[in-house]
C-alpha cells in the first residue's frame, strides 16, 4: 500500500519562476492538505482540498495556489517566486478532514528559489 | 503568533536513558494536542495525541502528558534507542480539520 507520494523530491527555480508541486493521496484517502516548511521551522498550514474544493486557508498569499482532481491527487501551484519561498513542501492526506493518526504525510519537496 | 512552542532547541541523550521533551501552548480552550516525528528527509510521523479530558495518555515506549493548569505537555520516550534520533513536533488543531499548527521542533539525538 503506497503512502502519499510527492514529486518530484528536489526543485531549483529562479526569483519570478512559476513552480507546480504534485502529491498522490494515500490510497482511500480523499482529502490532501499542503504545508510549508521551512528550515528549522515546524510545517505551516498552505490550504486544504476536499471533493476538489479548496475547503480551509492559511496565512498565505494569492501566488499560491492549488488544485485537486477526480482521483483524489492534487497540485500545488506558486507563481512567482521569491527568494523566501524556498522550504519543503510536505502533502498530507486523510480518508475525509482529519488529524492525527488520521493525517499521513508526505517526504516531501525540496525547493530552492535561486 | 504561534500558539504552541517548545522550551529547548536541541536535546541530546545516551542510548537506553529516558527522553522528556517539553511543550507550551497559549490558547487555554485547546483540547487536542498531536505529537509528531519527523526523521531526516522524511515527512512528520504521528506518533501519540491526547485530548484535554486526560492527564496522560501511553503509547509503545511513549507517554504524553498534559498539564492544563500550567498549558504545557511533555513527550516521554522511554529506553531511548538511536533510531528515536529526529526533530520532535508537537502539534494542535488551527480550528478546522487538517489545519495544524506546529510548534518549532526539538531536535533529539541519541549518543551510542
Known amino acids: 500500500d503506497a503512502g502519499v507520494t510527492q514529486s518530484p523530491t528536489h526543485l531549483i527555480k529562479t526569483r519570478g519562476q512559476q513552480v507546480t508541486l504534485r502529491c498522490s493521496p494515500k490510497s482511500g484517502h480523499d482529502t490532501v492538505s499542503w504545508y510549508q516548511q521551512a528550515l528549522g521551522q515546524g510545517p505551516q498550514f498552505i490550504f486544504q482540498y476536499y471533493e476538489e474544493e479548496e475547503r480551509q486557508r492559511g496565512n498565505f498569499p494569492d501566488r499560491f495556489s492549488g488544485h485537486q482532481f477526480p482521483n483524489y491527487s492534487s497540485e500545488l501551484n506558486v507563481n512567482a517566486l521569491l527568494l523566501g519561498d524556498s522550504a519543503l513542501y510536505l502533502c498530507?492526506?486523510?480518508?475525509?478532514?482529519?488529524?492525527?493518526?488520521?493525517?499521513?504525510f508526505g517526504s516531501g519537496t525540496q525547493l530552492s528559489v535561486l | 503568533g504561534e500558539s504552541v512552542g517548545l522550551h529547548l532547541p536541541t536535546l541530546s541523550v545516551q542510548e537506553g536513558d529516558n527522553s522528556i521533551i517539553n511543550c507550551a501552548y497559549s490558547?487555554?480552550?485547546?483540547?487536542?494536542f498531536i505529537w509528531y516525528k519527523q526523521e531526516s528527509g522524511k515527512g512528520p510521523q504521528f506518533i501519540i495525541d491526547?485530548?484535554?479530558?486526560?492527564d496522560k495518555r501511553q503509547g509503545q515506549r511513549v507517554t504524553v502528558l498534559l498539564n492544563k493548569t500550567v498549558k504545557h505537555l511533555s513527550l516521554q520516550i522511554a529506553a531511548t534507542q538511536p533510531g528515536d534520533s529526529a526533530v520532535y513536533f508537537c502539534?494542535?488543531?488551527?480550528?478546522?480539520?487538517?489545519?495544524?499548527?506546529f510548534g518549532k521542533g526539538t531536535k533529539l539525538s541519541v549518543k551510542p
Open positions: 502539534a494542535e488543531p488551527g480550528g478546522s480539520q487538517g489545519n495544524l499548527i
Open positions: 491526547i485530548r484535554s479530558n486526560m
Open positions: 490558547n487555554s480552550a485547546s483540547d487536542y
Open positions: 498530507a492526506s486523510s480518508l475525509a478532514p482529519g488529524l492525527g493518526e488520521k493525517l499521513f
